[in-house]
Each structure stands twice: as structure tokens, then as C-alpha cells.
């Protein structure tokens, strides 16, 4: 019972990893104009992307179950924003 709590726990933190990634990067590529420099827009996504990896990087310490639960919530943001990327 405990184990089934904690991955759904990783999940939960997976869900809102994945919300604020996917938010912030909604919101990097809104701001984009042809006048923005490549180069800000390159160290906003490699600061995103490094944040996210540094605590996917720690939810791996606590073993396989965990990474793989918290990837699974990270991925369900995914596949719920995508019907409105079409819009």
C-alpha cells in the first residue's frame, strides 16, 4: 500500500513538472518575434531544460519506480495540451 502511494506521489510530481515545463515554454515561444535574439531564446530553453533534468536527476535517486512514475505524469501533461496546440 505505502509503495502504491509513493509512485503515485512521483506521478503527482511528474504532473506538475511537466505543467510547469510545458507553461513556461508556452509562454517562451508566445513571446518569440522576429526581433528576439536566438541567443536569449537558446539560454531560456537550455535553463528549462537543465532544471528539469537536475530534478528528473534527483527523482532518480530514489530508484527506478519513482523516475519511470514521475515520467509517466510528466508525459500525461504532454498528451492532455496537445489537442489545444492544434487550435
Not at 7 to 30: D, K, M, N, R
Not at 32 to 59: K, V, Y
Amino acid at each position: 500500500m505505502q509503495t502504491a502511494l509513493h509512485v503515485l506521489a512521483f506521478v503527482l510530481i511528474g504532473v506538475l513538472l511537466g505543467a510547469g515545463y510545458f507553461t513556461l515554454l508556452y509562454a517562451e515561444v508566445a513571446r518569440l518575434t522576429p526581433r528576439t535574439s536566438s541567443r536569449q531564446a537558446i539560454l531560456t530553453h537550455l535553463m528549462r531544460l537543465a532544471g528539469a533534468s537536475l530534478i528528473f536527476w534527483m527523482i532518480a535517486q530514489y530508484g527506478a519506480a519513482a523516475l519511470i512514475a514521475s515520467l509517466i505524469g510528466f508525459t500525461l501533461v504532454l498528451t492532455t495540451l496537445r489537442p489545444f496546440s492544434a487550435s
